[in-house]
């Protein structure tokens, strides 16, 4: 198995998160009173409960390395998130940075950022 790394991020309420996250492609793989983990292919992100979260002060984030992140973004878009400027959840399109990446953004309800990466040879 290859080495990887998995992001832990809050969940006010697992049902939601779930919620959230499941017409953006991800599935449940486990989930017990105390963690819950989701899936995309092979992305994966996992949560721990935070009922007393304050999205508005969440410093939680993580990023995705995706093959296909305008793919992602347009999931994210069938989905109904809204690109705005602020609130929650919201969703930024990818654009070049000055890294010489393609990176775009999504916050979701719990205040999470998600940056989402084109991998550069996807």
């Given at each position: 198995m290859t080495d990887h790394a998995t992001p832990n991020l809050p969940a006010r309420d697992f049902d939601a998160t779930e919620a959230f996250y499941r017409p953006l492609g991800f599935e449940r793989t486990w989930?017990?009173?105390?963690?819950m983990i989701l899936k995309r292919g092979t992305a994966a992100l996992e949560f721990f409960p935070w009922p007393d979260l304050d999205p508005a002060t969440s410093s939680f984030g993580a990023?995705?390395?995706l093959d296909d992140v305008d793919g992602f973004y347009a999931a994210c878009q069938a989905a109904g998130v809204p690109e705005t400027a602020a609130g929650r959840p919201r969703v930024r399109r990818p654009a070049l940075e000055h890294s010489g990446l393609r990176?775009?953004?999504l916050v979701d309800p719990d205040g999470s950022l998600i940056?989402?990466?084109q991998n550069p040879f996807g």
């Open positions: 989930r017990d009173g105390g963690w990023c995705l390395r990176i775009g953004y940056r989402m990466i």
